[in-house]
């Protein structure tokens, strides 16, 4: 997974984000270790100030695969809200989509030694820019 890309999440998401990766069940494991990773090199903002491009908690994106061109919509969630379209913040894709901004990509590898690389190419809904800063 790339790391070096820059990150903004809201002081609400740190804190329940930081509970989630503190409970039992998550604890210690791969995925808690990577969204950990993620937290610690991110710019944290109150919720009122987080720019209306970054990707949130509960955040809907468009994305395009650049490799094939695909696009596609994906909602980011708790790990108990995930389903289809709805990517748990704990999947290698999720904690590499929270706080990225409209324009900025990610990669990481796919079986066979294929890497793919998203875009991001539109917030559809963010809660912090509909004022639902509790979500």
Known sequence: ???DVPI????HDLGRLKRLLASPPVRGTDAA???????????VVDSTALPPDVVSMNSRVRLREQHSERE???T??????????RVSVLAPV???LLGLTVGQAIEWPL??????????L??????EAMGDHDL
């Open 76 to 85: 980011l969630v708790y790990p108990g809200d995930a389903g289809p379209d």
């Open 94 to 96: 999720g904690s590499a």
């Open 1 to 3: 997974m790339q790391t």
């Open 33 to 43: 270790e990577a969204l950990d990773d993620e937290l610690e090199r991110a710019a």
């Open 8 to 11: 903004t999440i809201s002081r």
């Open 72 to 74: 596609f919509e994906l």
């Open 122 to 127: 539109e917030i559809l809904y963010q809660p």
């Open 111 to 120: 079986p066979g030694g294929r890497v793919a690389e998203l875009r991001v």
